[in-house]
Structures are given as structure tokens and as C-alpha cells.
């Protein structure tokens, strides 16, 4: 993480011109965070507050991502310990506030993952303005940003057979944050702070259950036990759990690995190709 002046700062993201009415004097110290996939974000230091902006750019396009849709999801959960609070939203990005604390790395329990999950599920949603999650249309968007040379045969058949989602009534759909690892949790003096919300929508809770499960690499089988455990999930209703987050994994992991093709069109980051053919190889698994 680079640390740096305001006026240094400007110069690699002009996007920072944008908040100098809320800085009127320059913010002391800037940082580069490392970490983030989606895209390059700052920690503001000012007066004894940390923030961090989330700009907008070409990646948040690509990846479809919406920075008022953000702002307005942690306006809604605004009342909640584990979400930053917003400070301001405008065409160039958002402003949060920092969640003080150390990531939580390895440093994290099976069972605390996945009660975090378990208690975002929770929220009550019904009179919050959150944008629903089309899963369809998110897998469309996606593909319709990938090169058309790396649509090959194979790719299009792993496209068409897993793009549409598995059926849950609206009544049973819950807050999803659809980016919940170790690496987006923090450990604050309050508890386990949650970061990067820019995915996070009205969704099955079982496809968020799904993807955890999955960037988490944990049992399908221990994990959903333990969510139910903590969801108060029936016993009987166990078994369709278990069933239906295993449908749900190869449709996650399709949404994953054109996220990792598009990520190396766009940086070059060999990672991101090899994360791609790695879950193309799994995936090719469901074709026979």
C-alpha cells in the first residue's frame, strides 16, 4: 500500500478532484489500497478520521457494478455495526468510513464466517430500497464484455447450460452480500466489521451461501449445517438446503470465471487467466 500526499494523489485518480467541497483543506495523508479486484480504491486520512473512496471507472462499468446502488444499500444498513457508513455519493464514486480494525485473514473460525452470513441474511429488507439481483441478467452482462475469440465451443455450452438461476418465491429472499471471504471481513472493536458491498443485493440466500462456500473453500456439506444451525433453520428442511447450494455451485462458478477472464482482458494479470482455466476445467466436468 503506497502512501502519499493529496496533490500526488489527484494526479493518479482525478476522480479525488470531485470531493475537494467536502475537503475544502487537503486531506493529510492518501493511501493506495491493495486488495480490491473490482477495482483501486484510497484510504482518506483527515483530521483524525479515516475514510476510503470508491471511484468509479471503467472496471465498475465493466463488471456492472453501481456506486449509487452501493451508497443507497449502506444507507439502508446504516443502522447496523457490521456495514461502513456512507458519507457522500456523486458521479465520480462513493465515500465511506474506514472500519477500524485488522482484517481477519486465516484468523477467522469456520463458525464465525459463517454466522456473519447467517446475520446479514437476517437483515429485515422489506422496507429498504435495494436493488434485486437478476442473476440472468448479471451472467448476460458478463458475457456480453468477454472477447468474442474466447467464445469458443466449449464456453458456450458452459454458458447455456448454467446462466439461469434455480427458483426461490420473492417471500424467501433475503440481503446477499455475494463477495462474503475472509479478505472482504474485518475485526473491529465492535465485532467483525463486513467490507465491499459493491455486488450485494436482494438474492437467494442459497447462491450466497454457494459462493462463500466456495471463495472459502469449505464443505458443502459442514457449511450448510452450520448456517442453518445459525439461520434457525429446520432440521427437515436441511436436506433441500444441501441439495439446492450444491445446484447452485457450478452457476457461481460460472459467474466467477468470466469474472476472472474479463479481469485479465482488462489488467493482463496472468492470475486472473489461470483462476479462468481453472474453473473452466471444473466446470467442463458437468458437460459429460
Known sequence: MAKMGWQEAVQLDDSLVSLTDY???PPEEMELLSGGLSNRCWKISHQDRQYVWRPVSKSTSVFGISRANEY????????????????????????????????????????ELLNTLA????????????????FSEKVDHLWMQLANEQKDEALVSLYKKHREPLYLPESLKTLCHLDLGAYNLIR????IGVIDWEYSAIGDPRMDLAMTI??????????????????????S??????????????KIRLLGMLWYQ???????????????????MELLKTLN
Not at 446475520?119 to 437478476?134: E, R
Not at 473491529?188 to 465485532?191: I, Q
Not at 472459502?216 to 449445517?225: D, F, M, Q, T
Open 214 to 235: 466456495e471463495v472459502s473453500g469449505l464443505s458443502p456439506e459442514i457449511a450448510v449445517a452450520m448456517y442453518c444451525h445459525y439461520r434457525g433453520i429446520d432440521l
Open 262 to 280: 474479463i479481469g485479465y482482458q482488462l489488467w493482463g494479470d496472468d492470475l486472473y487467466y489461470e483462476r479462468f482455466q481453472q474453473l473452466k
Open 23 to 25: 475537503f475544502p483543506d
Open 188 to 191: 473491529a472493536r465492535d465485532g
Open 72 to 111: 443507497h444499500l449502506l444507507v439502508a444498513l446504516s443502522s447496523y455495526q457490521f456495514s461502513p457508513n456512507p458519507v457522500l455519493n456523486n458521479d465520480r464514486g462513493l465515500l465511506v468510513n474506514w472500519i477500524d480494525g485488522q482484517p481477519v485473514g486465516d484468523q477467522i473460525s469456520q463458525d
Open 237 to 250: 428442511d436441511m436436506g433441500e438446503w444441501q441439495q439446492n447450494v450444491e445446484l447452485w455451485l457450478p
Open 119 to 134: 446475520t446479514i441474511h437476517n437483515v429485515q429488507i422489506n422496507d429498504k430500497p435495494i436493488q434485486k439481483l437478476l
